[in-house]
C-alpha cells in the first residue's frame, strides 16, 4: 500500500469508492451519484490548502481522505474537518488508520490543531449505518463531543450527526498562521 496526494487521474476511482456509499448508505447525505468531473471540482477547492490523499494498492486507489476548514472565519485557522473513505471491499485492513496517520503528519507540520469530523449514526444499527466508524475513530483518539438529532434523511428515515474531535498540536505551540499545504508538501513525497 502506498499513500500520496491525489490527482485529477484518482478522480473516476474515487467517484467508485464515494458513490457506492451514496447508493447503498446512510454514511453521506447525498442522493445522487457523482462523475469524476464533479469529485475533480470539489477536490480542486480543497487542494488550494489542504492535503486531499489517496491510498493505492498497485495501480488502485483503495480510499482516500481531505480535510478542509472547519468554519471560514480567521479564529478557525486552527481546525479543520476531516472525510475519509475507504472501498467498500477493503474495510478494516488498516487503510483508514494509514490514510488518518499521513494527514495528521502533514496538518501538524502546516500548524492545525484541531481535526473534527462529523459521522452519520442512529439511535440503533441498520442497514444503512451501524457505529464501526465511531467505534474507528474513538480507537485512533477522538472523543464525541455532540449530536445534531434527525439532521440527515435518507431512505426514509431520520439519521444523526456525530462530531468527534481530536487535538493534534498543542494549543500553546501555534504558530501565527498556518502554513498553506502547498508550501510543504513536497517534503512527504
Known amino acids: 500500500m502506498k499513500i500520496r496526494d491525489a490527482s485529477k ?3 473516476q476511482q474515487i467517484a467508485q469508492i464515494y458513490n457506492y456509499y451514496i447508493e447503498n448508505t446512510a454514511i453521506t447525505y447525498e442522493y445522487e ?14 487542494v488550494e490548502k489542504f492535503p486531499y490523499l489517496v491510498c493505492l494498492d498497485g495501480e488502485n486507489v483503495v480510499g482516500y481522505i481531505y480535510c478542509k476548514q472547519y468554519i471560514e472565519r480567521e479564529a478557525c485557522l486552527y481546525s479543520v474537518e476531516a472525510s475519509l473513505y475507504v472501498d467498500h471491499n477493503h474495510i478494516k485492513m488498516g487503510i483508514g488508520k494509514m490514510l488518518y496517520q499521513q ?4 496538518l501538524e507540520k502546516m500548524g492545525i490543531v484541531n481535526l ?21 475513530h474513538k480507537h485512533l483518539g477522538f472523543r464525541e463531543v455532540g449530536t445534531f438529532v434527525n439532521c440527515g434523511y435518507k431512505f426514509n428515515r431520520w ?26 508538501k513536497d517534503e512527504f513525497c
Open 33 to 46: 451519484k457523482l462523475d469524476d468531473k464533479e469529485i475533480y471540482r470539489r477536490m480542486s477547492s480543497i
Open 116 to 136: 473534527y469530523v462529523s459521522i452519520s449514526c442512529c439511535a440503533r444499527n441498520d442497514e444503512y449505518v451501524d457505529d464501526n466508524s465511531i467505534n474507528f
Open 103 to 106: 494527514l495528521i503528519r502533514r
Open 9 to 11: 487521474n484518482d478522480c
Open 159 to 184: 439519521y444523526n450527526l456525530c462530531w468527534m474531535e481530536k487535538t493534534i498540536s498543542e494549543y500553546d505551540q501555534i504558530k501565527k498562521e498556518v502554513t498553506n499545504y502547498n508550501l510543504i
